[in-house]
């Protein structure tokens, strides 16, 4: 079945930078969109950011500036590289594949976790 794997969280200080990817399997990125999503502690989930079959963009509003959604179709991988990392992007970050484009995302990943300290 489609798998999507999270990697590159981790814990990092207040100004710092992660990337996060998404690797997926039987299932083609270049093909679908793509999202990422996060969900903190007691709060709900949120969109970060999304990529659309023809590489536009979009960002919420609090990230913008700061994050940058990208894909490796050759390694059929999306990638979300965040910079000047704050202590209130600390949360679980998932990316998710939107088979049909009209933003009901079908598959999920399990998430990988960010911390970031002040």
């Known amino acids: 079945q489609v798998q999507l794997v999270e990697s590159g969280g981790g814990s990092v200080q207040s100004g710092g930078s992660l990337r996060l990817s998404c690797a997926a399997s039987?299932?083609?990125?270049?093909?679908?969109?793509m999202g990422w999503f996060r969900q903190a502690p007691g709060k709900e989930r949120e969109g970060v950011a999304a990529?659309?079959?023809?590489?536009?963009?979009s960002y919420a509003d609090s990230m913008k500036g700061r994050f940058t959604i990208s894909q490796d179709n050759a390694k059929n991988t999306l990638y979300l590289q965040m910079n000047s990392l704050k202590p209130e992007d600390t949360a679980i970050y998932y990316c998710?594949?939107?088979?049909?484009?009209?933003?009901?995302?079908?598959?999920w990943g399990q998430g990988t976790p960010v911390t970031v300290s002040s």
């Open positions: 998710a594949g939107d088979l049909h484009c009209l933003g009901s995302y079908e598959y």
């Open positions: 039987r299932y083609t990125i270049s093909s679908y969109c």
């Open positions: 990529i659309d079959r023809d590489g536009s963009t």
